[in-house]
């Protein structure tokens, strides 16, 4: 052997850990984003960003049952609001965000419910969550989106079941 | 010719590179120490004539750090570092030179509506946010700038290789090419869309843009851009930093194996930015999440060859135990200790960004403080300290002087280290409590009450940076214009207790390296990109909104 049989030791010996650490760690994202069913944005259609409020089903933004405990809410975000800015859902209902952007990027942020998703114009956004728990969260825009973003909010109130 | 030869003509160059890195390093600090204090709920204070808003703070916070503070010591430090691994003046000074000026021309360039509230677009730069014409072309000039100084670098290795035939490139030079060789690739989907989108849109050419493709192109390069920020940095960890601790490097070939994994693995994965994007099928996202763990391996390498070189080191100074080793280390050169800190902190940067990049989890923390406590860890503290740590020994030879005050540089990197500690663990916790970034906070209407037990330390910790980094420009500034002692010798190469030759000698060849990073790429990218382009309708209008 040319080279020193320590060094070489000591080098395979972290070198095979560096595989399976990374490794190990992508078994468990694996594990807990599949066995979970935890879906990420995905492609959901394209929009004309200048006819935003001419195209369906954003000519009508607001929230739609779609099923005994699913509603849809079809949601326009600009500067510097999102329409609608306040979602009346009961508690235990799933909703699909569907939602677009018709000025400059921006995002759709609603911690607590695992909704994180872009509205990026000429792109139409969708995702699902489940609110299970009554109260009210927040939903910000996340993405800079002008002078006055921080002021683009809303909120998803979820109520008792009647 | 000796090594302090060798580096002589590169001397004023380089220092004409440091120069300018530091004066944007000073805007980068005031503008930070602003926002800072803003969250800790001081008021923001716009005026007409310096800072116009937050987020025109911010916008010139992101430019001036990450862009300008980053690229130009890289463009200094990188062809000096090679001229002595080389022993040898590098290739076409005037090649240099004209490089220099190219830079700082598109520097100034985009500066003028930078500065001028016209480019309050953020260093992202997203469209169709539409900053003025000249922001784009400025910083396109500057990344054309970088690749001349590839140029310049492969054409000293030529020369190197033909005075010295078979034998293996110095380490500090060959990690220094592929560093750039690295950078040189991955930023073409930057200059893509500069030249294609960005600028005809801006100048009114074309009447729209596509947000989606020119974001994704924005980030095959704004991942890579990290690593274009952080190898320099390793360049320092691996070639010098085992010597001044007194030590020697454990593995040459191990390190020359590294750094070719980060030349074929920085950049088919920026996607992992984009986990939350429309327009992009979750397939891609997963399949580059998986290559963003591949590239945790030449990370893992790295924390292994250099604490092993550190190890040794603090052994041979008397060091004993598991981990006391440590702190028999030459803490007392302000030098070393800085990259150590640095180090330190990059342990948790580098688990942190695991975490952005775990796809599911992303959904947690993408565009939330949690990002920003993440990138001063890593950009903010393990490139820019271990920047300050060479620093304060490459100013006092360009200027040949010692260090105005070793006692001053100790006290700053230790105040940066602190003060990162305190500012970006609040961050973290923010932004896991749902807080946004980039966000004038203390104005938000949605304003979390639980936000605020944490916000005052945002401040606290962003003074302490401050602090710390007016007094790392300062001692600077001092050693250039009053300090006289002569300046002590740079710090020599370290030397491997296992040499090149041990390794096979693929790892002393570039193009085959360079094939499989265009593989990689075209693989990661080409089918996204592809469909980007063929159902893109270039119909976004831009907007001028802040």
Redesign the interface.
Known sequence: M???AT??L??LA??L???A???G??AA?LV??FG?G???????G?I???RVTETAPFDQPGVVKTGPVSYEVRMIGQ?WAFTPNEIRVPVGSTVTFVATSK???H?L?I??A?V???????????VTARFDREGEF??????????A???????VIVEPRS | MSLDTASDPEKRLTGAHMLVANVALLGGIVTGLLQGLEHAGVEFPASEYFLQ?Y?HS?SMHGVLNVLVWTTFFIAGFLPFISARAYAMPLASPRLGWLTFWLMLAGLLIAAVPLAGNAATV?FTF?A??KAHWAFYVGLTLVVVGTWLITLRLALSQRDWRARHPGARTPLAAFMSLVTMTMWTLASVGLAASMLFMLIPWSLGLVAGT???LT?TLFWLTGHPIVYFWLLPAYVSWYTLVPRQAGGRL??DP?ARGSFLLFLILSAPLGLHH?????????GW?LFQ??LT??V??PS??TF?NVV?SLEGAGRARGGKGLAAWFFRLPWGDPSLAAQLLAMLMFCAGGIGG?INA???????V???AYVVGHFHTTVGTAVTLTYMGISYWLVPHLAGRALWSARMALVQAWTWFVGMLIFSTALHELGI??M??????S????F?PEWSALLPWVGVGGTLLFVSGILYLLNLVLTVTVSRAPAPAVPEFAVS??PPE?GPAILNRLRPWIVTAVVFLVIAYGPTLARLVA?S?L???G?R??
């Not at chain 1, 935890?38 to 959901?44: L, T």
């Not at chain 2, 984009?274 to 979750?282: R, W, Y």
């Not at chain 2, 104005?443 to 949605?446: D, E, G, L, P, T």
């Open positions: 040319k080279r020193g060094v070489y000591y080098e972290w070198i850990p560096s595989i650490i990374p490794v760690m992508l994202l807990t984003a979970a935890i879906h990420v944005p995905s492609i959901a394209r004309d960003p200048t500067i000025d400059v990027i995002g942020f911690p607590g695992n994180n998703i872009m509205l990026i114009p000429g792109q139409i956004s969708r927040f939903m910000a825009c996340h993405e800079y989106c002008g002078i973003h921080h002021t683009m909010g809303g909120k | 808003s987020y911010v953020m997203y169709p946010l596509d947000p989606l974001r454990f593995s191990m984009q986990v939350t994007d429309p327009g992009i099928h979750e996202k999440a998986f763990f591949a945790f391996f893992l390498l292994f092993a695991l775990s796809y599911n989890m992303n959904l947690v993408h565009n939330t409590r749902g946004p970034r980039r966000t004038m906070i104005q938000a209407s949605y979390q207790t296992a041990d159902t309708r119909n976004a209008p907007f909104v802040w």
